[in-house]
């Protein structure tokens, strides 16, 4: 049994910030918050600066973050971006991937993630060949996530067909398991660790046929485990399914089980009313990935009405072009701002909730993302001496964190009661910047 005290010298609390705020961890978790504690008591562990509820980073492609730097640059669009997000996953091998995704979540760390969802599809050899573990590729994310000293909820992915029935091609060969009963036989071998949960995913309408939905819905379903979709990122896609279906991939996705409230749809971009409708209603979670979104050239999604219609908001990186989810979450209210021309959509507190608890409750860790006694012990804190946050604030909240603070402001983060991230260096990676550089690099074509 393992016991220690934190003292944060302010501490954001759900509804406000407090000074002076004493933490007992015990076993990972938090066993009492206790304010009015002026001083640090003897023996306590000082972390000064504002410290908030770990993050949350919903959707994250790990091998995406080789591609930083080169496709955002040129014209283009969505496809032929993923054009290139291809050539990088055909050269993913089990090893190369682990270095890759230990150095993405170390530099999540750096920057206040306590838990990731991974959405994984990569599964097989290059032209579909089987590893002789079926789960070598999942295997190498779980274990980089727990050497960078973070939970991860991989989100197993089915990938079956190349577009609404059609068989996969060329790079999309690796990620299909032949049919979701396959999938569902491979996944079912992945096991939950303390610092894993196993969810599933649907890659998109496009590839997982209408009649296999149900089968990756059921698999969840009795796993009572987290489900998410790629949703409506793109017209096109709903062109297709209108065309095919005769309905929208929101109306298929509801006609198949696959929405409600272990469900999360991914971007969520362009949507009916019905569809959002269907989503709210439900009680489905949207994922909104606002930097990856701009850069794609997506479009803004309707996260205001469908959290409105009572969809849960959480953020993610997605393809990380940016590890920020301070800027995530402040360019949600900032997209919206500018589409509408009007000001306030959310309070700076609930958009750290969507980075925070609802980002947890949508990866299936509904114990983190808070700073409450029972609750994971997972946290981080701001500096509010950088040149981003210094000054007399004139009241220090939630907005400090959300509208001021970057990535780069991060000093601690602590997940399960360990310091996984201290005074800015990462503890169990010693040099993230090397590390990235070599995980990319041994990627190049
Ligand atoms: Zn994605």
Redesign the pocket.
């Known amino acids: 049994m393992t016991s220690k005290t934190y003292w944060l010298e302010h501490a954001w609390l759900g509804t406000h910030v407090e000074p002076g705020v004493a933490l007992d961890v015990r076993d990972g978790r938090i066993t009492a918050v206790r304010p009015d504690t002026d001083a640090p008591p003897p023996g306590a562990e000082i972390l000064r600066g504002l410290t908030l509820p770990g993050l949350a980073n919903a959707?994250s492609?790990a091998f995406h973050r080789a591609l930083r730097g080169t496709v955002q640059v040129g014209s283009g669009t969505f496809w032929t971006w993923r054009e290139v997000m291809y050539a990088t996953a055909d050269r993913l091998t089990p090893d190369t991937y682990h270095a890759l995704a230990r150095a993405v979540y170390a530099e999540m760390a750096l920057a206040g993630v306590t838990a990731v969802g991974e959405?994984h599809y990569v599964h097989h050899a290059p032209g579909g060949t089987r590893y002789a573990d079926p789960n070598a590729m999942g295997e190498a994310l779980i274990a980089a996530a727990d050497e960078a000293g973070i939970r991860i909820t991989l989100l197993d992915t089915a990938y079956l067909s190349s577009g609404f029935g059609r068989p996969p091609t060329g790079h999309q060969l690796r990620f299909s398991d032949g049919d979701a009963g396959a999938w569902a036989a491979r996944s079912s071998l992945l096991k939950e660790r303390d610092h894993v949960r196993i969810g599933a995913a649907i890659h998109s309408v496009r590839a997982v046929p209408a009649d296999q939905l149900e089968t990756v819905a059921r698999w969840a379903e009795e796993r009572r485990a987290p489900l998410h979709v790629?949703l409506s990122?793109q017209t096109a896609e709903n062109e297709a399914c209108l065309e095919i279906h005769g309905c929208t991939p929101t109306q298929l996705l509801a006609l198949h089980g696959v929405l409600g409230p272990r469900t999360t749809g991914?971007?969520n971009t362009h949507l009916t009313a019905e569809d959002i409708s269907l989503i709210g209603g439900s009680g489905t979670g949207t994922c909104m990935?606002p930097t990856?979104e701009r850069d794609l050239a997506d479009g803004i999604g309707p996260a205001v009405a469908l959290q409105n219609e009572g969809s849960p908001l959480s953020l993610?990186s997605?393809?990380h072009a940016v590890i920020d989810l301070f800027e995530e979450a402040r360019a949600m209210e900032l997209n919206e701002r500018l589409r509408t021309r009007t000001r306030g959509h959310w309070t700076a507190a609930a958009l750290l909730r969507a980075a925070s608890a609802d980002g947890h409750a949508a990866l299936g860790w509904a114990e983190a993302g808070a700073l409450e006694p029972g609750a994971l012990a997972d946290f981080t804190t701001i500096a509010l001496d950088s040149v981003r946050t210094a000054g007399p604030l004139p009241r220090l909240g939630a907005e400090t964190a959300v509208f001021a603070a970057s990535a780069a402001d991060v000093s601690h983060t602590v997940v399960a009661g360990r310091h996984v991230v201290r005074d800015g260096a990462h503890s169990l990676v010693p040099d993230v910047p090397r590390a990235l550089a070599d995980a990319v690099e041994a990627l190049r074509g």
């Open positions: 959707h492609h959405f790629h990122e991914v971007h990935c990856t993610g997605d393809s």
